[in-house]
């Protein structure tokens, strides 16, 4: 049995014994494979108390079951909390019911989207602000350690790396980016690098859960701006530097505010939005490693495509 191969029958078997073990309700039905990727599978089990859902991993991204658990144990209240994990990279979790996303598209005039994203990043930046303090834990977990000074080093090794194929090294002052980042005197903490409403759950009394943290490091806490922008000026369809953009980055910021002066942090927010185009690139080196089926063209040379974006001027 291959150790990561979602398709054969002893995988399958293996994990669906697993899964019944840890079960916490009588289930009701068959367990449903409902997404899958090379690097991941999800699978719906339903049972008396509801649907329960379980994620396996790769090898590479298995570091997703110790933080989730890790988290879950620091604040219980802001993440989803698993009912258990194992070392293989799986997860078995309740259902939370409609990601914030699914809010916002069922009732946008209750969930409208700028003022909405505001109290999410806000929300999501003291979850950073909490879990600076376990960087070094969470580094010993497995999560990659991506601290600003690293990134140099780590940029080389994608280019060198014939299967990203980046080609010639970019042009780019990046290890000067790195410094000025490590220098502002912010703390490294977890990185999301997938922050999105589709990974949010409008729950809790902390308003917001956080879930889905497969592409996670411990990195500059801005990082997670690229995505979150950038698919925020995706949905409304706002140009680099929009105002709303602006709003949204601010409103992130907000509780980071007793740490460095308004510029200080602007200036970082910046900075991080193009140095994390370099943590993109490993999330996805590290999806594409010992995968668990064939992997679509797209997703091959998305690794290149995001060091390509290091010339872009950032969003904000």
């Known amino acids: 049995m291959k150790a990561n191969d979602w398709h054969d029958p002893a995988w399958v078997a293996t994990a669906h014994d697993w899964i019944e073990a840890h079960l916490d309700a009588e289930p009701t039905g068959w367990i449903e494979e409902i ?37 879950a144990g620091w604040l219980p209240d802001a993440v989803l909390q698993p009912l258990a994990v194992d070392a293989r990279g799986w997860l078995l979790s309740a259902d939370a019911g409609p990601t914030l ?24 930046a003291v979850l950073q602000r909490a879990t600076a303090t376990h960087a070094d834990e969470m580094v010993a977990l497995g999560v990659p350690d991506l601290r600003p000074p690293l990134l140099p080093g780590h940029l080389k090794a994608l280019v060198d790396d014939p299967e990203v194929g980046a080609g010639a ?46 592409d996670a490091s411990v990195a500059h806490p801005f990082g997670s701006l690229l995505v979150a ?54 999330a996805w080196q590290r999806a594409l490693r010992d995968t668990a089926m064939p992997v679509d063209e797209d997703f091959r040379t998305a690794a290149a495509h995001w060091l390509a974006e290091l010339p872009e001027p950032p969003v904000i």
């Open 35 to 71: 997404r899958v990727r090379p690097w991941s599978v999800t699978h719906r089990v339903p049972t008396a108390a509801g649907d329960r859902w379980f994620k396996a991993n790769t090898p590479p991204c298995a570091y997703e079951s110790p933080l989730a658990s890790a988290l």
């Open 101 to 124: 996303r699914d809010k916002i598209a069922a009732d946008p005039a209750r969930w409208p989207l700028l003022e909405t994203w505001s109290d999410m990043l806000q929300a999501y």
């Open 169 to 214: 090294e970019v042009a780019v002052p990046f290890a000067d980016w790195c410094a000025e980042l490590a220098a502002d005197g912010l703390p490294a903490t977890i990185q999301h690098d997938d922050l999105t409403d589709a990974n949010v759950f409008p729950a809790g009394p902390a308003g917001f859960r956080f879930f889905d943290w497969g």
């Open 229 to 282: 922008l950038g698919f925020a000026g995706h949905v409304l369809d706002l140009g680099p530097g929009d105002p709303a953009l602006l709003r949204l980055r601010d409103a992130y910021l907000e509780p980071w505010t007793d740490l460095a002066p308004a510029t200080t942090l602007r200036q970082s927010a910046s900075l991080a939005c193009r140095v994390t185009r370099v943590s993109r690139s490993l």
